[in-house]
């Protein structure tokens, strides 16, 4: 069975300073998804990750893979407060029909 | 732009009640999800189907059915509503391609 682990689960940062979310997996995969959820909202999709070492950047928010690892980042770069929501991270296991596996999320609050 | 649209944003249905959530995207794509989403239990998959009347289990079957009888649309059905049904429902697409997944907004059902 897929594990898929974040953390922290919870991250209390302070605006404009750095911050990374860990996501490790226990299975071999070299697809990897970050997603964002606003209080009440649904999930929009922030990064897809294709292959071991792909990098994606946009704006404040950088993602990573290395699949040997089993093992994807999420570094915020300068935290705002229009970064605060929840951040997942899914495993897609392509020989299983496509179906992701999500981590419980990390809930992200920036104060000043 | 993509576009999953689910039909209602908020139910309240009794105990015993059948409960309809409709799902019906624009994109022409093959899979379709239903997860339901439970606060420290993360996003949890229901029901998934990969073309037209075609469906599997998901990780949490019991109490639910769907139906896929075109391609751009997927319900999923509550023979008989429980208290214990009372959930955020998301439904999703993807293409094979990437894996990638495009949520619907929700549905928040209710049950008394």
């Known amino acids: 069975e897929l594990k898929v682990e974040q953390n922290p689960l919870f991250l209390s940062m302070q605006e404009g300073k750095n911050y990374t979310i860990y996501c490790n997996y226990s299975?071999?995969?070299?697809?990897l998804y970050w997603y964002r959820q606003d209080p009440g909202k649904s999930l929009e999709s922030l990064f897809v990750l294709l292959s071991n070492g792909a990098v994606k950047q946009e704006g404040r928010l950088m993602a990573s893979l290395d699949t040997k690892a089993r093992l994807s980042t999420l570094h915020i770069t300068a935290a705002v407060h229009d970064l605060s929501a929840t951040y997942f991270c899914?495993?897609?296991?392509?020989?299983?029909?496509?179906?992701?596996?999500f981590g419980a999320g990390t809930t992200v609050t920036v104060r000043a | 732009d993509v576009k999953v649209t689910q039909s209602s944003r908020y139910l309240v249905k009794r105990t015993g009640e059948k409960v309809f959530l409709e799902c019906v995207q624009d994109?022409?794509?093959?899979?379709m999800f239903w997860y339901r989403q439970d606060p420290g239990l993360g996003l949890r998959l229901i029901y998934f189907?990969?073309?037209?009347?075609?469906?599997e289990k998901g990780d949490i079957p019991e109490g639910y059915s769907v139906s896929r009888e075109k391609k751009e649309r997927f319900s999923l059905i509550l023979e008989s509503a429980s208290t214990n049904q009372t959930s955020m429902y998301l439904c999703?697409?993807?293409?094979?391609?990437?894996?990638?997944?495009?949520f619907g907004e929700g549905s928040r059902l209710t049950v008394l």
């Open positions: 994109m022409d794509h093959e899979n």
């Open positions: 189907s990969y073309d037209v009347k075609m469906k």
């Open positions: 999703a697409s993807s293409t094979p391609g990437t894996g990638e997944l495009f």
């Open positions: 299975t071999t995969s070299d697809r």
């Open positions: 899914a495993v897609d296991l392509r020989d299983n029909d496509y179906k992701l596996s």
